[in-house]
């Protein structure tokens, strides 16, 4: 094998540690915890069909490439519950750590795709990165809206809260926030918010 394949499949078996990686939400209709690939999985298929709900054009091939690869990091820096004020204060300090880390395993040109990927993804400047980051957000909500609010509750998480992680689906995804909202009262209403 030359170097290359080598790397490259070295790489793809390092990557299968993501199915490892609990997240805080729940799978639907299971008290089961769901994986980081489970959650990139279900991340890209939104982004698929949402697309037309993107407040700017979006160039959906390099959406869905962010969104297998934003997470990939956390094999090593382990998940961040986004509600948790601790644990996000070292975060970034830890999930660059991984970055370079795992990336470097890759041939040079594939470690600089990938390591851009994610640093768009993780900056929010571009349309494209608006976009997979408010359904980044909307996943782990509907997530919430289909076990109970489970994280809320265990988080104790506020509805002014959850608002304010939202907020990027009223910007990138317009169309999206009234039903978030609609979503959210409704919630409220059933006591799956924390007061």
Not at 19 to 46: F, P, Q
Not at 100 to 124: A, G, T, V, Y
Request: aromatic share 8%; glycine share 2%.
């Amino acid at each position: 094998m030359t170097d290359r394949i080598s790397k490259q499949l070295n790489f793809i078996k390092e990557i299968d540690k993501m199915k490892n990686v609990l997240r805080m939400t729940l799978v639907s209709e299971s008290v089961r915890r769901e994986n980081d690939a489970e959650h990139s999985w279900h991340l890209a298929m939104m982004a698929l069909l949402l697309e037309e709900y993107a407040a700017r054009p979006v160039d959906i091939t390099h959406v869905l490439k962010m969104t297998l690869v934003h997470d990939l990091v956390e094999i090593y820096a382990g998940d961040t519950f986004a509600y948790d004020i601790q644990g996000n204060k070292d975060k970034e300090d830890r999930e660059n750590k991984a970055a370079q880390k795992l990336f470097s395993q890759l041939p040079k040109d594939q470690e600089n795709l990938i390591f851009s990927l994610w640093r768009e993804f993780d900056d929010m400047k571009t349309d494209d990165s608006l976009f997979a980051n408010a359904l980044d957000r909307l996943q782990p909500f509907l997530s919430n809206v289909m076990t109970q609010g489970h994280t809320w509750m265990l988080g104790h998480v506020t509805k002014e809260k959850i608002l304010w992680r939202m907020d990027p689906i009223r910007t990138a995804t317009p169309a999206l926030w009234p039903y978030l909202l609609d979503m959210v009262s409704e919630m409220e209403k059933k006591g799956y918010i924390p007061e």
